[in-house]
Structure formats: structure tokens, C-alpha cells
């Protein structure tokens, strides 16, 4: 059974940086996608970003210039540099992985940048 853990998260005053990790366990196989997605109080989860296998990137236009994802194929583990954080980058960050056709999901973990 394919898992996925998170973590990284935590409290961060404004501008400040965070690097957030998640890393499959009990799969035979590569991801083809490795994507972060966040969902903030009283709002849908929406796509932060997300890496395919071959490195192509995409970044919503909220993050672009500040946040950097990268993976670790051997290590099925993606990360998520968040640097210049924002309040509106206060969230619940999951990351999802996607492969034939199959959504996996990690548990979530907390991102707050508030002073």
C-alpha cells in the first residue's frame, strides 16, 4: 500500500522560508507527476505546483518566482522550497502523487506565515 509523509511544515513570520518534503513509501514504481497542493480555511484546495518525471514544472501564478519544486526519483520523495512566504500562503499544503491513472495523497501538514 502506497503512502505518502509529509513534513516541514510549521510557523514562519513573513518573508521567511520554508522547505517542505514528501516521500512514497510501498510502491515498486515511479511517479509520474509529484504535485503540492494547499487549501486554506473557508476556501477549495487548490494546485500550487506539481514536476513530472521527465522535470517539466508548472507553478500557479500565486507562487511563481518564490516557491521551487524539485524531486528525488530514487528516493520517490518531492520538495517544495517556499522562500518570500506571504499570509496568503497560509494553508494546509498536501502533497499528491500521480501515476496510471491513480491519486495518492499525504496527510497534510500546516503552513503559517504570520507575524
Known amino acids: 500500500q502506497v503512502q505518502l509523509v509529509e513534513s516541514g511544515g510549521g510557523l514562519v513570520q513573513p518573508g521567511g522560508s520554508l522547505r517542505l518534503s514528501c516521500a512514497a513509501s510501498g510502491s515498486s514504481f515511479n511517479f509520474y507527476i509529484m504535485g503540492w497542493y494547499r487549501q486554506a480555511p473557508g476556501k477549495q484546495r487548490e494546485s500550487v505546483t506539481y514536476?513530472?518525471?521527465?522535470?517539466?514544472?508548472n507553478y500557479a501564478d500565486s507562487v511563481k518566482g518564490r516557491f521551487a519544486i524539485s524531486r528525488d526519483n530514487a528516493k520517490k520523495t518531492v520538495y517544495l522550497q517556499m522562500n518570500s512566504l506571504k499570509p496568503e500562503d497560509t494553508a494546509v499544503y498536501y502533497c499528491n502523487f500521480r501515476t496510471m491513472g491513480v491519486n495518492y495523497w499525504g496527510q497534510g501538514t500546516q503552513v503559517t506565515a504570520s507575524s
Open positions: 514536476i513530472t518525471s521527465s522535470g517539466i514544472t
